[in-house]
C-alpha cells in the first residue's frame, strides 16, 4: 500500500481505527447468554458424568471437589481452583479444561473414558465465555428446586395473552406519529427527558434504505427526497423500499440467523456430508418476506409444509428449517449407546431452535431436570424431542411426484446404500487380513451396488428441482449386530420417547407422548403414565396424533402460544430496526431473560399485529413511520424538558410529581427509553454490499446456488454467499457473524485489530476503491479537463450521497496532490473505510 502522503496516511488509519465499541448492555446479553449455554450444554454433561463422585450424593466426595453448586465449580477442589485467575477465559490454562479433554498432569476425567469431540468444544467455549454461573442461594449453593407449579407460572408476564392496551396520556400531543409513540413518550415523561429532534433529511434516507433493503441511497435520491416537500414523501419512500425485491434479500438474511442456515455440517465425515440443494430455503424465505406472507403462515410452513394440503411442492422448501439441521458423524462400527447419544443431541439441537427461535423459551434446559426457572417439566422436553425423533431429514423433489413411485425408490435407496457400506466395511476388513483377501465374487458384488446405487440417484433426481426438507419417519438406532450400528428410519411411523434419566440415553424412564408444552396449551393435558409402547402412550388427552406432530406443534405455537410468538418475533422486528430489541434476551422471555424495557408497548404491538394479519410490512410501517424512529441519534441533542405544573396535570395522569430536569446522558446512559435514536454499525452483509452498490458491480440476480465470498469475482449480494459451519468466509468471521451451528439469538458486536487490517489492506476494498476511481473519471464529459475538484466531489457523492464540506474540499485536495490514479483511490479507499459509510446515524 503506497503511504508516501502522510495526509493520506493519516485519514485511512484515522477512518479505520475509529471503528465502534461495543453496547454496555452487550457485556449484560453475552453473560445472560452464557449462563444459557452453562445450563443447555454444561450442566447436562456434569449431571451425568461426574456427580457420582463430585456432588452431595456422591458416597465418597473425591478430590475435595463438588460440581453440584455455584459455590463448588467457583472454589474448586484439593488440586485449586478450575480456572486460572490469570487467564480466566484461557481453556487450556483451566484445570477443568485439561481435565476433560485428557491434557493435564494429574488425572483424565470422566476416568471411564474421554468425552466426545463435541462436548470437549462445549466446555471451551463456555470457558471461552467467562465460564458463568447461574445465581446462587445466601449460603453459596442453589437454591433447592421446587416441584413445577403449571398454574403459577402460567401468571408470568411473557405467557399472558396478548391485548390491546389504551394509549397513554402525554405530554406533547404534537408528537406521537403513531401509537406506539405515545407508549415511548410517556416512559420518557415519567423519567423527566424528552425526545431528540428529528433526524434531517440526507441522514433518514440513509438510515430506512439500509434498514428496509440493506444498501444506500444514490446522491440523486438523497437530494430528490431531501428537496421533496409534499407531507407524505416520507410514507411514499417506505412503500416503495417494502415493495422492493430488495427488501426480502434484507430481511431474508435477519430471518437466517434465527434458522441457523448454512451449507454444510460442523464436521464432514462420509455420514455428514454436506447437503446438496440448501439454498431453496434460503430463497424460499426471501419471497416469503417480499410477498408478505402472514407470520402464522411462515412459522406453519417451516416446520409442515409436506403435512399442508393445498399447498404447491415448491413450498416444500420451507421446512429447509429443519432439514439443513447441524448433523453430527455417527460411525457404524461405534456402539448403540454412542450412537443414539448423538442422535439425542440433533434432537435436542432442533427442538432448541423450534423453541428459541419461535416461543423464546429455552425447553432444552429441561433435557436432563424440570427447567430450574421456567414452568417447563422434563416430559414438555420429551414429548417435543419425540417431534423431532419422528422427524427424518431427507433431499425431496419440489415439483409432483408419484408418492408411491417415490417411496420404492428412496427405501431401495436407503437399503443398497447401506448394503454398499456395510460390503466396503467388510472389504476394508478382510484387504487388512492379508490371509483373508476379498474374494471375485465379493468385489463383483460391491461394483454391482455401486452401479444400482447410482442408478437409484439418478431415477430420483433427473433434472427437477429438489430440496433439503424433512418428512415423517421415526428414528430407532438398531444395535443388534455388535460390529455395525445402524439407523432405523420407518417413514410413516412416528415414535414417542421415554425420558432419559439424567439426560442418559442408558436409562431410559417413562414414555412421554408427543404434544405441546404444558403451561402453553389451553387444555391441561392429564398426567402421563408409564405405558408398555408408543401406540397406547399416543392416545393420551392432548397428544399430537397426527403424524410427527410437526403440524400440530406449528399450529400450537401460533394458537394457543399465540401471544408469546407475537412477541418474540415483534421484538425481534424492532431490534433489528433500533439496534436493541425491547427485550434484551430476544430468545429468552423466561425468568432467566430481560424484562421488556416497555412492557405495555411490546403487548399492545403485539396485539395490534396479530390483528392486522400477522403482516410483516404492517409492523415496519408502525416501526419506521413512527417517531421515535425519525429522532437523531446525536448524543449532543438531548434536551432538557420543563413542562408547567398546570400542563402536566391536564395533558398527562400520575407524572404530578416527576423529575422535570435531567441529563438523559446519565439519566439513560444506555438509551432504553429511546430519548434518541441509536447509532449503528453495518452487519457485513449490508456493508459488503454497499460497497458494490457504489462500485456499480452488485449482481442483482435473485437466488440460485451459492458462492464463495472469498471470491473477488463475487459480486453478487452477501446473503447469496456461501455459508459454512467449518469456515466461514472472512469477511463474515472478522465482523461478527453467527456461529452457525446453533440458533443465534442476537449479533454481538466486537471491535478488533483484525477488522481495522481489514479495512487497510483487503483487495476487496482496494479493487473496488480502484473501480469506482475509473468510472467518476470515464464519467466527465469528453474533451473536458478533469479538475481535482469536481472528481473529488463526485467521489464524494458516488461513496457518501453528498457533497463534501469546504474543509473536507481542502484537505481531499491536499491528498490527492497532482492528481496521481493512485492519490484518488486512497481517497475512495478511505471514505470506504470510515466511519460514516460504516454506520448508520
Sequence with gaps: MNLRNPVCHLLIVAAALLAGVPAKGDDVNRARDGVEFFEKQIRPVLIRHCHECHSAGAKKLKGGLRLDTVAGIRRGGEN?????????????????????????????????????????????????????????????????????????????????????????????????????????????????????????????????????????????????????????????????????????????????????????????????????????????????????????????????????????????????????????????????????????????????????????????CARCHDHKFDPIKREDYYALAGVMASTQLVEWPLVSIDPRAAAVTDTRLAIVDLELRVSYAKTMLNTAREENRPTERHRERHERLKRELDELRQRKTPRMPMANAVRDAGLWVNGDDPTWTALDFRPGKPRNLPI?????????????????????????????????????AGAEAGSFRHGSGRLELANAIVGDARGLAARVIVNRVWGWHFGRPLVRTPSNFGKLGDRPSHLKLLDDLAARFIEHGWSLKWLHREIVLSAAYR???????????????????????????????????????????????????????????????????????????????????????????????????????????????????????????????????SEFIRRHSRGIVEQVAAAERPGRTQRPDRLVRNLFRRILSRDPSPQELQSALRLVGNGAPEDYRLLAHGLLAGNEFLFVD
Design 631 to 761: 429522532q437523531s441519534s446525536s448524543h449532543s441533542v438531548g434536551r432538557f424538558f420543563k413542562p408547567s405544573v398546570a400542563r402536566l396535570e391536564s395533558r398527562t395522569d400520575g407524572l404530578k410529581n416527576r423529575p422535570t430536569e435531567r441529563n438523559p446522558q446519565s439519566a439513560d446512559p444506555d438509551n432504553r427509553l429511546l430519548w434518541r435514536m441509536n447509532r449503528r454499525r453495518l452487519e457485513p452483509e449490508a456493508w459488503r454490499d454497499a460497497v458494490l452498490s457504489v462500485a456499480k458491480r452488485l449482481d442483482a440476480k435473485f437466488g440460485g446456488k451459492s458462492d464463495s465470498l472469498d471470491k473477488l469475482e463475487n459480486v453478487r449480494r452477501t446473503v447469496y454467499g456461501r455459508i459454512s459451519r467449518q469456515r466461514p468466509a472472512d469477511i463474515l468471521r472478522l465482523w461478527d457473524f453467527p456461529d452457525a451451528k446453533f440458533h443465534s439469538s442476537w449479533r454481538t458486536l466486537t471491535t478488533t485489530p483484525l477488522q481495522q487490517l481489514y479495512l487497510l489492506n
Design 80 to 364: 485449586g481452583p478450575l480456572f486460572d485467575a490469570k487467564a480466566p477465559r484461557k481453556a487450556k490454562s483451566s484445570r477443568l479444561y485439561q481435565a476433560v479433554s485428557y491434557s493435564g498432569d494429574f488425572v483424565d476425567m470422566p476416568p471411564k473414558g474421554k468425552l466426545p469431540t463435541r462436548v470437549i468444544a462445549d466446555f471451551r467455549r463456555w470457558i471461552e465465555l467467562g465460564a458463568p454461573l447461574p445465581a446462587a442461594g445466601d449460603d453459596g449453593t442453589p437454591r433447592p428446586q421446587k416441584a413445577v407449579d403449571i398454574a403459577a407460572g402460567r401468571q408470568f408476564w411473557s405467557f399472558q395473552p396478548v391485548r390491546l392496551i389504551a394509549a397513554p396520556n402525554v405530554s406533547r400531543a404534537d408528537w406521537p406519529r403513531t401509537r406506539a409513540d405515545r407508549f415511548i413518550l410517556r416512559k420518557l415523561d415519567e423519567a423527566g427527558l424528552a425526545p431528540s429532534p428529528e433526524a434531517d433529511r440526507a441522514t433518514l434516507i440513509r438510515r430506512v434504505y439500509f434498514d428496509l433493503i440493506g444498501l444506500p441511497p444514490t446522491y440523486a435520491e438523497v437530494r430528490d427526497f431531501v428537496n421533496d416537500e409534499s407531507p407524505d414523501a416520507y410514507e411514499r419512500l417506505v412503500e416503495r423500499l417494502l415493495a422492493s425485491p430488495r427488501y426480502g434479500e434484507r430481511w431474508g438474511r435477519h430471518w437466517l440467523d434465527v434458522a441457523r442456515y448454512a451449507e454444510d455440517h460442523p464436521t464432514s465425515e462420509s455420514t455428514c456430508k454436506p447437503p446438496l440443494y440448501p439454498h431453496p430455503y434460503r430463497d424460499w424465505v426471501i419471497r416469503a418476506f417480499n410477498d408478505d406472507l402472514p407470520y402464522d403462515e411462515f412459522v406453519r410452513r417451516q416446520l409442515a409444509a409436506d403435512l399442508m394440503p393445498g399447498l404447491p411442492p415448491s413450498e416444500i422448501a420451507a421446512t429447509g428449517f429443519l432439514g439443513l439441521s447441524p448433523v453430527y458423524h455417527k460411525e457404524p462400527k461405534l456402539s448403540r449407546d454412542v450412537i443414539l447419544a448423538i442422535v439425542a443431541d440433533e434432537w435436542d439441537e432442533r427442538l432448541d431452535t423450534v423453541t428459541r427461535g419461535f416461543l423464546g423459551l429455552t425447553v432444552a
Design 500 to 536: 432419559f434419566i439424567r439426560g442418559s440415553v442408558t436409562s431410559p424412564g417413562k414414555i412421554v407422548p408427543r404434544r405441546f408444552l404444558e403451561v402453553l396449551s389451553r387444555s391441561r393435558p392429564k398426567p402421563s403414565r408409564r405405558v408398555a409402547d408408543a401406540a397406547s
